[in-house]
C-alpha cells in the first residue's frame, strides 16, 4: 500500500465551510479533468476527484476527509509534494487526463483561490520541472488543431501540429471525404496527444471528426470559434519562427502563410499553448509544409491489426500476457532522443526507395559488425543525456550548471565516438547522415566546451559539486580555499575519530557528505554500541546503511565549510545566469546533435533487433511500385515467435502483378490464418522504416498504403457495433486502396446473417480483385468465396492445414495451395471442453442446415473436385426440371411417367457421383 499522507487539513470550522462554498461555485468540469489547490506545503484535491485519488495514489478511500458542515460538505485528500508529482505525471503522460492547480491570493482565511495554471497531454509547459526534471524520461508531445473549409463543392481541412520539444509547426491543407480517412492516416503518422476543435459545431461532420480523434486516442479540446481567426498570425509567426540566413525576416514571405485553413488551426494553436510569452521560443521555432506521400497511408485500423505499438488490451490467447508490439520488440534504443524517434518512425513508413536503402545500408553495416554495435549500444549511446530536452532548457534559459556540464561530457564523447566509426566511413550513408554532420557539429561547439571548462569547477562536478569556477575571479578563490582548508582539516578529523573509537579509518569507519547534513562520520549497525556512553559524539540517524554521527570538532568544521559554501553559491548566482544566456546561444546546435544521435541510436536499435531475434532477420530488396512484386520466403510474425512455448511455423506469400496479387485464405478457426496475414503486413511495415525483416528471403515493391480490417472490434462506448466498425474500416479501405497497396482482411462480414454477411464480404473481395487490384490478403470462413479464382485469374486460394484422426483435430499451421471446405467449428468446441451433448447436438443441426453438403460420394475429398461435381449435378437437375416443367400437360399419367422416367436416365447417363449419392445408383 502507497504510504499515506501525514498533515492535516489546517483550516478551522469557518475557513472550511468559506472554502467548500467556494469550491461548489466553481463551474462544471469533466471526470477528465482534475483540480490541484496548491496550500504552500501541500496540495488538497475535493469531491469525486479526491476519491479518484485516494484509489489511485493510496489504493485506499479511507484517507478522504470530510471538511464543512452541512450543507456546504466535500471530502478531501492531502498529497505531499511527491505524491502531487507522481500524480500528475500519471495523469498528464498515461491517463492523457487535464490538469488544473489552484493557489489563494488572499490570506488563509480569505479564499480568493485563482486557477494558477492547467495542463493538458498536448500542452506540459507548465509542468516540465515536474514531468521532465528527470531528463532520460522519453515522451514525444505534439498538440494539432483541426479546421475544416470548403472550396466549390469540395470538403477541405486545414491541420496544424506543434511539437514543442523540436520547435516545430507542421502546417497542411487537403481534401477529403465524408469520413475523413485522409485525416486519419495523418493522425496516424503525427501520433498527436491532443486535437483542438472549434467550440460548439454540432455537425455530423464535427461528430464524425471527433469520433475520428476518440478512436485513435487523441484527447479532444473545444476551443472558441475566436482563438481560430488568424488576424495576428503574421506577428506570432515573426516572433516564433527562426529564418534562415539571407531569408525575408518577415513571415508573410514564407509560401506556408498562405494556406488559410491551416494558419487559422496554427493561430489557435500558439494562442492554446500561450507560445508566444515564453522568451525560449522566441526566434526558434521552424515552419514547414507537410507533404502526405512522404509516407505510407496508415489507419487507425491497421495500427491495431498489427499491433504497431503497445496496447493494454492485447493479451496473448495462448499464454495470458501481454503481447509484445511491434514497437516494443525493435526499440532497443539507449537515449530519450532515440525511444522518441523510433516511435515517430514505426508510425511514417517511408516511400522514398533512397531513404529506405540508406538506413538498410546502416542496419546491415551494424548487423555484420559485432563489435561496433556492442560498442555503441553498451558503451556511447548509454551515456547520451535527452539533448533535445536540454536544449529546450537552453533556450528558455532555464538550464543549471549541471545541464551545461552535462552537454559538455556529451560533446566531448563524441570524437571518440567518430573515432569507432572511422574504419565504415567507406559506407556512404553512414558518412552522410551520421559522420559528417556530427563533425560539423562538434566543430560549432567548440566554443560552447570551452567556456564550461573556464567557467565551471569540473573537479567539483565530478562528484556531483557544481559550482564556477574559482579561477573565474579573485574573491571567487579566497572561498575556495577557504572551503578547501576547511576540508583538509575535516579529512584529519577521520583518524582522530577511528583512534577514539578503535576502528579502521576508511573502513569500519567513513567521512561521508551529503546536501542534506554536510559532513558525517559513518559506521555500521554493527558498531552502533561502540558509541553508546560517548557523550561527545552525536548521532544523526540511524537506517539499514549504518549510523550517521558527529562530533563537536566536525560540527565545528562542518558549519564553517557550509557558511563558505553558501557564500559561494550566492556570489555565483550571477555568473550562473551569465553562463546560461551565452549557453542558451548554442541550443539549436545542441538539439540537431541530439536528433542525428537519435537517428544512429534508432538504426542500432534495428541491428540488435535483428540479431538478438530467435532467427536472425534479413535485409529485403526493395523494388520500385512498377515492379508490382511481394516475395517473402519463409515469413514469421516476430512479436509472436519471441513468445515463450511458441515454435513458430513459418510460410511464404507470393505476390506479382497480373499474376497473382490477391489470396483467399480459408482452413480451421485457431488454424493460424489471422497470424499468417498480420506476419506479412507486420514485414512490409519493418521494411519500409528500415528495419531487416523475420524472413529467409524478402523482395518488396514500394507501397503507397497498409490497410486493414481484422478482427471483431466492438467500440460500444462510441455507439459503433462489431459490424458497424467493420463496414466502417472496409469502406474506407476500398476508398483508399490503389493497385500499390497492402490490404488484409479477416473474417470479413460477421455480425449480420450468414447469407448477407457472405453477400457484402463476396463483393468487397471482387472489387479488391477485379477493380482495385491490390495486393490482398483475404482470410475468410465464407468458403463460396473461394469460386473467385474461377472467375478472376489473378486470385489464388489457399488453405492452413488441419488434420483429422481419431475424431481429434491437430493445427499444423502451414499454408498450403487449394481451398479448405470446413471449418472444424465443432473440433475446436471439443478442445473448449463443451459439454458432449451440446457437441451432438451442433453435429446433428450441421448436418440438417448444410442440407447435403455433407453428403460423401467418390471425389468428395478433394475440395475443387467435389465443387465442379456438385456443380455439374446442380445444372443437371436444374435442366431437368425445367423439360419437367415443359412436358405436356394433356398426356396422360402414365405418359407423363414415361417421358419422365426418360429424362431420368438421360440425368443418370452422366454418372454423376453426387447425384448417385443423392438418388442411388440406377
Known amino acids: 500500500m502507497a504510504v499515506q499522507p501525514n498533515q492535516q487539513f489546517s483550516m ?15 463551474p462544471e468540469k469533466l471526470d477528465t479533468t482534475i483540480r490541484f489547490f496548491n496550500r504552500s506545503d501541500y496540495y488538497t484535491v475535493h469531491g469525486s476527484d479526491a476519491l479518484f485519488a485516494a484509489q489511485e495514489v493510496f489504493k485506499t478511500t479511507s484517507v478522504c476527509k470530510m471538511i464543512g458542515a452541512e450543507p456546504h460538505k466535500t471530502k478531501g485528500v492531502i498529497l505531499n509534494k511527491g ?65 475544416l473549409g470548403a472550396e466549390g463543392k469540395s470538403r477541405i481541412v486545414g491541420l496544424s501540429c506543434v511539437d514543442v520539444v523540436s520547435t516545430l509547426i507542421s502546417v497542411i491543407e487537403f481534401q477529403d471525404n465524408e469520413s475523413f480517412s485522409n485525416l486519419e492516416s495523418l493522425v496516424v503518422t503525427l501520433a498527436p496527444k491532443e486535437c483542438l476543435l472549434i467550440q460548439g459545431e454540432g455537425s455530423y461532420e464535427f461528430q464524425t471528426l471527433k469520433q475520428l480523434m476518440e478512436r485513435s486516442n487523441v484527447l479532444v479540446t473545444l476551443r472558441k470559434k475566436s482563438e481560430f481567426s488568424s488576424d495576428s498570425i503574421i506577428d506570432d509567426l515573426n516572433t516564433l519562427i527562426k529564418f534562415k540566413k539571407g531569408q525575408k525576416l518577415d513571415a508573410q514571405s514564407l509560401p506556408e502563410v498562405n494556406l488559410n485553413i491551416a494558419m487559422s488551426a496554427t493561430s489557435a494553436l500558439i494562442k492554446y499553448l500561450d507560445l508566444t510569452s515564453d522568451e525560449g521560443h522566441m526566434n526558434h521555432f521552424t515552419l514547414n509544409q507537410m507533404e502526405q506521400s512522404r509516407y505510407i497511408r496508415l489507419d487507425s485500423a491497421a495500427m491495431k491489426a498489427l499491433n504497431v505499438e ?50 538498410h545500408d546502416i542496419v546491415e553495416l551494424l548487423v555484420k559488425d559485432n563489435e561496433l554495435r556492442s560498442v555503441l549500444s553498451d558503451d556511447y549511446l548509454k551515456r547520451i543525456p535527452d539533448l533535445q530536452q536540454l536544449a529546450k532548457k537552453l533556450a528558455r534559459k532555464k538550464s543549471t550548471l549541471q545541464d551545461c556540464y552535462k552537454i559538455y561530457l556529451c560533446v566531448s564523447y563524441l570524437p571518440k565516438l567518430l573515432e569507432q566509426l572511422k574504419p565504415e566511413a567507406s559506407v556512404t550513408a553512414l558518412k552522410t547522415m551520421i559522420m559528417d554532420p556530427l563533425k560539423e557539429l562538434i566543430e560549432d561547439m567548440d566554443k560552447f566546451q570551452q567556456l564550461v571548462e573556464q567557467t565551471i569547477d569540473l573537479d567539483a562536478a565530478e562528484k556531483g559539486d557544481f559550482m564556477v569556477n574559482p579561477g573565474f575571479a579573485d574573491d571567487f578563490k579566497a572561498l575556495k580555499d577557504a572551503m578547501d582548508e576547511t576540508e583538509e582539516k575535516i579529512q584529519q578529523l577521520l583518524g582522530k575519530a577511528a583512534d577514539d573509537l578503535c576502528l579502521e579509518a576508511g573502513k569500519t569507519i567513513k567521512l561521508e557528505s551529503n546536501q542534506q547534513f554536510g559532513y558525517y562520520f559513518r559506521i555500521t549497525l554493527k558498531e552502533e554500541k561502540i558509541l553508546r556512553n560517548k557523550k561527545h559524539y552525536a548521532v544523526l540517524d540511524s537506517n539499514k546503511t549504518g549510523v550517521r554521527f558527529r562530533n563537536n570538532k ?36 545542441v538539439r540537431v546533435i541530439g536528433s542525428v544521435l537519435a537517428c544512429l541510436d ?41 513468445q515463450q512455448g511458441i515454435d513458430y511455423i513459418a510460410n511464404d506469400v507470393s505476390f506479382k502483378r497480373d499474376q497473382c496479387h490477391f489470396c483467399i485464405i480459408t482452413g480451421p478457426n485457431m488454424g493460424g490464418k489471422s497470424t499468417y496475414i498480420r506476419s506479412v503486413g507486420v514485414t512490409a511495415l519493418m521494411a519500409h522504416i528500415g528495419s531487416f525483416v523475420p524472413c529467409d528471403k524478402a523482395t518488396i515493391s514500394l507501397l503507397d498504403c497498409i490497410l486493414a480490417r481484422v478482427g471483431a472490434d466492438d467500440s460500444q462506448l462510441k455507439g459503433l457495433s462489431t459490424f458497424m466498425m ?23 462480414g460477421r455480425g449480420t446473417s450468414t447469407y448477407e454477411g457472405c ?3 463476396w463483393s468487397i473481395a471482387e472489387h479488391l480483385a477485379r477493380d482495385i487490384k491490390s495486393y490482398c490478403l483475404f482470410a475468410t470462413h465464407f468458403h463460396e468465396i473461394t469460386r473467385l479464382a474461377e472467375e478472376i485469374p489473378t486470385v489464388k486460394n489457399q488453405h492452413v492445414t488441419a488434420l483429422v484422426e481419431d475424431n481429434k483435430l491437430t493445427l499444423l499451421y502451414k499454408v498450403k495451395p487449394g481451398i ?41 475429398e478433394n475440395p475443387q473436385k467435389k465443387r465442379k461435381i456438385v456443380q455439374e449435378a446442380e445444372t443437371l437437375i436444374s435442366e431437368f426440371l425445367a423439360k419437367c416443367k415443359n412436358l405436356d400437360q394433356s398426356l396422360s399419367d402414365a405418359e407423363l411417367e414415361t417421358q419422365v422416367s426418360s429424362l431420368k436416365k438421360n440425368v443418370f447417363s452422366h454418372k454423376n457421383p453426387y447425384i448417385e449419392a443423392l438418388l442411388g445408383a440406377p
Open 554 to 589: 566536525l560540527s565545528g568544521l562542518n558549519d564553517d565549510f557550509i557558511a563558505a559554501r553558501d557564500k559561494y553559491l550566492e556570489k555565483q548566482k550571477d555568473v550562473i545566469t551569465e553562463i546560461v544566456g551565452i549557453a542558451a546561444g548554442y541550443s539549436d546546435t
Open 820 to 860: 479448405c471446405d470446413q471449418s472444424f467449428g465443432i473440433h475446436v468446441a471439443k478442445m473448449a471442453n463443451f459439454p458432449e451433448d451440446v457437441i451432438e447436438f451442433a453435429k446433428r443441426k450441421q448436418a440438417e442446415l448444410e442440407n447435403y453438403q455433407s453428403v460423401v460420394f467418390e471425389g468428395s
Open 83 to 147: 505524491h502531487f508529482e507522481t500524480f500528475v505525471r500519471d495523469l498528464l503522460l498515461v491517463k492523457q487526463y487535464r490538469v488544473e492547480v489552484y493557489i489563494n491570493q488572499g490570506s488563509s482565511k480569505n479564499q480568493n483561490w485563482v486557477l494558477e495554471y492547467k495542463g493538458s497531454p498536448g500542452n506540459l509547459s507548465h509542468f516540465e520541472d515536474i514531468l521532465f526534471g528527470n531528463n532520460d524520461v522519453a515522451v514525444g508531445v505534439s498538440v494539432i488543431a483541426v479546421k
Open 759 to 761: 453477400g457484402i464480404a
Open 602 to 642: 534508432v538504426l542500432t536499435a534495428f541491428a540488435s533487433a535483428a540479431v538478438s531475434a530467435n532467427k536472425v532477420y534479413v535485409r529485403p530488396e526493395m523494388l520500385p511500385s512498377e515492379e508490382g512484386e511481394l516475395n517473402l520466403v519463409q515469413v514469421r510474425h516476430p512479436c509472436v515467435e519471441m
Open 310 to 359: 503497445p496496447r493494454a488490451d492485447a493479451v496473448s490467447t495462448l499464454q495470458g500476457n501481454p503481447v509484445a508490439s511491434v514497437l516494443t520488440m525493435l526499440d532497443k534504443c539507449r537515449t530519450a532522443q532515440g525511444h522518441r524517434l523510433i516511435a515517430q518512425w514505426v508510425r511514417q513508413p517511408l516511400r522514398d526507395l533512397s531513404l529506405i536503402k540508406e538506413r
Open 726 to 748: 467493420e463496414m466502417i474500416e472496409s469502406a474506407a479501405i476500398m476508398k483508399t486502396a490503389t493497385c500499390n497497396s497492402l490490404v488484409i482482411i479477416d473474417e470479413l
Open 12 to 26: 478551522d470550522p469557518p475557513t472550511q465551510q468559506s472554502f467548500v462554498r467556494f469550491f461548489k461555485s466553481l
